[in-house]
């Protein structure tokens, strides 16, 4: 039986808020591979991005920033996702997760509760802050050796 739409949008809220108030892997890696930074101009969203690899699998992530809500629980809910995965299986959330919220594809279960943020497609001007911490893992990953 599925659940009802006002339940399923409170449940993706709740997911949303918890990463916002509690946030996963805030902070810096004092090993870190690559240091990324982003900025999202129009509204002054920050991300720090650090990445620990080793063998091409991230094995430490860690960010920290400033802005709102959706962009600080998506950098939070990225860290939480793919810390352990390949670079390759990184790269692959990555668009998936952007094609959820750019073109408007189902999401993929291998993105987990990054599905939370789907809901973010609706209003397009926050569409950028929910892909800034992706977009500034884009560019470690490609540092990295993914192509582009």
């Not at 969203?45 to 920290?64: K, P, Q, S, T």
């Not at 810390?83 to 790269?91: C, L, P, Q, S, V």
Request: hydrophobic share 40%; charged share 30%.
């Amino acid at each position: 039986m599925p659940i009802p739409e006002p339940l399923f949008d409170d449940l993706y809220r709740e997911i949303i808020l918890d990463h916002y108030r509690r946030p996963r892997n805030r902070g810096s890696l004092p090993e870190a591979t690559y240091r990324l930074e982003g900025v999202n101009p129009v509204c002054g969203d920050e991300i720090h991005l650090d990445l620990e690899i080793e063998d091409g699998r991230i094995a430490a992530i860690a960010f920290d920033g400033q802005g709102c809500s959706i962009s600080q629980s998506s950098a939070s809910m990225l860290t939480d996702q793919l810390k352990g995965r390949t670079i390759d299986e990184a790269d692959r959330i990555r668009k998936k997760f952007k094609a959820m919220l750019m073109e408007g594809a189902e999401p993929d279960p291998e993105i987990g509760d990054l599905e939370a943020l789907q809901g973010v497609a609706k209003f397009p001007v926050r569409v950028k802050c929910a892909l800034l911490s992706w977009n500034v893992l884009q560019g470690g990953l490609q540092q990295a050796g993914v192509p582009a």
